[in-house]
């Protein structure tokens, strides 16, 4: 059909065009119909048989779409299944603590007459143990929580907020002298409960590892690096050696003993994950004796 | 009549030491044990096992662990007020995770009071004295 009109065409403007040169080729094309027409089939047939442009492209994206839905399959049930995870640490493990908890105090109770001051000894060992397995639990419930609980953002004073912690840091040791300077005007978009624990987690651990020395000095401030403000708290206490800096955010990773400062060991593992949350990055510099800074961005 | 306290409690361990709490406040009331959700249900409207049982007689409270099998706390709790011979019985919640959400749908359940697991002497003393006050308000005695 195709090539009966292209024929038609070619003898019209051949009339045309006799007399120039064109005219003489479509002369000689159109008395050479035959072979004009079996290769124009040619031509179409090609052209039918061969995916075009945009088929290649809408194959490629169906496969894609295919191994990203089976991606995001995969990640709800590795979701649901870290969800079960979580309800489990957090509630399954807790009546069989509690028990051990109970009975040791029970029996601490009712035997307190006929135990030696090693065998109370024991059982205040058992208990101490429960207790800081319950301790340690409630940590993992709040990583678990700061990992899958949607942010709430808002304009947050974190300068007013690092003041409120650090007032009731003092109000619960009254007697220590700790110097506590938070520039003005430290402002962000945050998710206030989260921002209030990782700050409480900063804060505290400098309130905690300065108290071997006589006076302390804690600073919560900003500074410009690269075009982005970065925020700090420096502490004059105990610092950390700087070859274990790796070890720092990982969690239940510690680098001084339960003996030197207590701790589960996810405070830092919790900050980080809340200040990535927020899109930003933490570090921290220090030596040991002479204090630390943590740094961090927040998106 | 008794005064009886339903303590519907799943966890043998907390049963146990809760059991204990109650001797060391000196709480010396008969103490009705039932296992999970439909067990409390069966208790409280004479069902089941309980089928003998004087329905009119309520407990005068009902201490209710949360997490139960087969029918859980608050759905038990739902069933007492949605029924007129229980509406009006005394709730206290046990909970080992004080859950703000679950606390809050415990008292729009009209619940008296929510305690926290390891339950000890000084959170049962208030309890009585809650539940003192309010069967007084009720009933002008008991």
Same mark, same amino acid.
């Given at each position: 059909m195709a090539s009966i009109i292209m024929l038609n065409v070619f003898i019209r403007l051949a009339g045309l065009l006799e007399r120039t040169e064109t005219g003489v080729i479509l002369n000689t094309l159109a008395g050479r119909a035959d072979l004009v027409s079996a290769m124009l089939w040619l031509l179409f047939l090609r052209l039918l048989s061969m995916p075009g442009p945009d088929e290649k492209i809408i194959k490629q994206s169906e496969e894609l779409q295919k191994a990203l839905d089976k991606k995001t399959a995969e990640l709800a049930k590795a979701n649901g299944e870290m969800e079960s995870l979580g309800y489990s640490i957090t509630h399954d493990l807790r009546a069989p603590l509690r028990a051990i908890d109970g009975f040791s105090a029970a029996l601490l109770e009712d035997c307190a007459g006929k135990l030696d001051k090693e065998e109370k000894g024991n059982l205040e060992m058992v208990r101490a143990s429960a207790s800081r397995m319950t301790s340690i639990m409630d940590s993992l419930a709040v990583f678990f929580r700061v990992t899958r609980s949607a942010l709430k953002k808002e304009n947050v004073d974190l300068g007013a907020m690092a003041e409120r912690i650090i007032g009731g840091l003092r109000d619960a040791q009254p007697g220590r002298p700790v110097e506590f300077l938070a520039e003005k005007g430290l402002e962000a978009s945050v998710d206030r409960d989260m921002l209030r624990l990782a700050l409480e987690n900063l804060l505290g651990n400098s309130w905690k590892f300065t108290r071997g020395h006589a006076a302390a000095r804690i600073e919560f401030g900003s500074a410009e690096k690269d075009g982005r403000k970065v925020y700090f708290i420096r502490d004059d206490g105990a610092g950390f050696d700087m070859n274990y800096k790796a070890k720092?955010?990982?969690?239940?990773?510690?680098?001084?003993?339960t003996r030197e400062f207590e701790g589960a060991g996810l405070g830092l593992a919790i900050t980080r994950r809340i200040i990535e949350r927020h899109d930003g990055s933490i570090w921290a510099e220090g030596e040991a004796e002479k204090g630390a800074t943590f740094y961090f961005t927040l998106g | 009549m008794e005064k009886i306290i339903l303590l519907v409690e799943d966890d043998p361990g907390d049963v146990e030491l809760t059991k204990r709490a109650l001797k060391r406040a000196s709480i010396t009331n008969k103490v009705v044990l039932a296992g999970d959700g439909s067990e409390a249900l069966d208790y409280l409207f004479a069902?089941? /096992?309980?089928?003998?049982?004087?329905?009119?007689?309520?407990?005068?409270v009902v201490m209710l662990?949360? /997490?139960?099998? /087969?029918?859980?706390g608050l759905e038990v709790l739902r069933r007492m007020r949605a029924d007129e011979r229980t509406k009006s019985v005394p709730v206290v919640i046990l909970t080992a995770h004080a859950n703000g959400q679950t606390i809050s749908n415990g008292y729009s359940l009209g619940i008296v009071s929510y305690l926290k697991k390891p339950i000890d002497t000084e959170q049962l003393s208030e309890i009585v004295r809650q539940l003192e006050k309010h069967w007084m308000a009720v009933t002008g005695k008991r």
């Amino acid at each position: 059909m195709a090539s009966i009109i292209m024929l038609n065409v070619f003898i019209r403007l051949a009339g045309l065009l006799e007399r120039t040169e064109t005219g003489v080729i479509l002369n000689t094309l159109a008395g050479r119909a035959d072979l004009v027409s079996a290769m124009l089939w040619l031509l179409f047939l090609r052209l039918l048989s061969m995916p075009g442009p945009d088929e290649k492209i809408i194959k490629q994206s169906e496969e894609l779409q295919k191994a990203l839905d089976k991606k995001t399959a995969e990640l709800a049930k590795a979701n649901g299944e870290m969800e079960s995870l979580g309800y489990s640490i957090t509630h399954d493990l807790r009546a069989p603590l509690r028990a051990i908890d109970g009975f040791s105090a029970a029996l601490l109770e009712d035997c307190a007459g006929k135990l030696d001051k090693e065998e109370k000894g024991n059982l205040e060992m058992v208990r101490a143990s429960a207790s800081r397995m319950t301790s340690i639990m409630d940590s993992l419930a709040v990583f678990f929580r700061v990992t899958r609980s949607a942010l709430k953002k808002e304009n947050v004073d974190l300068g007013a907020m690092a003041e409120r912690i650090i007032g009731g840091l003092r109000d619960a040791q009254p007697g220590r002298p700790v110097e506590f300077l938070a520039e003005k005007g430290l402002e962000a978009s945050v998710d206030r409960d989260m921002l209030r624990l990782a700050l409480e987690n900063l804060l505290g651990n400098s309130w905690k590892f300065t108290r071997g020395h006589a006076a302390a000095r804690i600073e919560f401030g900003s500074a410009e690096k690269d075009g982005r403000k970065v925020y700090f708290i420096r502490d004059d206490g105990a610092g950390f050696d700087m070859n274990y800096k790796a070890k720092l955010f990982a969690p239940f990773q510690r680098l001084h003993s339960t003996r030197e400062f207590e701790g589960a060991g996810l405070g830092l593992a919790i900050t980080r994950r809340i200040i990535e949350r927020h899109d930003g990055s933490i570090w921290a510099e220090g030596e040991a004796e002479k204090g630390a800074t943590f740094y961090f961005t927040l998106g | 009549m008794e005064k009886i306290i339903l303590l519907v409690e799943d966890d043998p361990g907390d049963v146990e030491l809760t059991k204990r709490a109650l001797k060391r406040a000196s709480i010396t009331n008969k103490v009705v044990l039932a296992g999970d959700g439909s067990e409390a249900l069966d208790y409280l409207f004479a069902a089941g /096992k309980y089928a003998g049982r004087n329905a009119e007689e309520t407990p005068y409270v009902v201490m209710l662990d949360l /997490k139960l099998p /087969k029918i859980d706390g608050l759905e038990v709790l739902r069933r007492m007020r949605a029924d007129e011979r229980t509406k009006s019985v005394p709730v206290v919640i046990l909970t080992a995770h004080a859950n703000g959400q679950t606390i809050s749908n415990g008292y729009s359940l009209g619940i008296v009071s929510y305690l926290k697991k390891p339950i000890d002497t000084e959170q049962l003393s208030e309890i009585v004295r809650q539940l003192e006050k309010h069967w007084m308000a009720v009933t002008g005695k008991r």
